[in-house]
């Protein structure tokens, strides 16, 4: 699928960009804390990276459907990170445009197959922090 509609994005897009963002933080709190699972960390990052690789093609897909160039958003990755957590805030609530993208037709509507991988998307990475929690 080439381009996310605004349902899908909020689904599929949100809860990995929600991830790449928490679990960097978590990983901060926990060197900064002095905790027993320090060697931890880098796991974290690694889950935080590929959440946000998820989200970023979200993003793409989105901005595929408004009309937008997805280099935009290639390129704020690389110059200005923290002005693209504003621009997936804005994407929420920018309207599609049917005629944007001739190479495939706008997607159909999330059925509850979509909202329950978004909801995966949201609780998966937490499962291995959990476990190695545990360890």
Sequence with gaps: MLRYDRSRYIALGLP???????????????????????YAVPFYLIIALACGLFGVSAMIKRCRDIGSSAWGILLGFL??????LLVALVLIFAPSNPA???????????????????????VSPWMPVLLVRAL
């Excluded at 110059?79 to 693209?84: K, R, S």
């Excluded at 706008?106 to 059925?111: D, H, I, K, N, S």
Aim: proline letters at 10%; zero cysteines.
């Design 100 to 122: 944007a993208d001739q190479l495939e037709a706008p997607a159909l509507r999330p059925t509850f197959d979509i909202w329950f991988t978004g909801f995966l998307l949201l």
């Design 79 to 84: 110059f200005a990170p923290p002005l693209m």
């Design 16 to 38: 990995a960009l929600l991830n790449a963002l928490a679990l960097p933080l978590y990983a901060q709190q926990i060197t900064t804390s002095g905790s027993s699972d320090e």
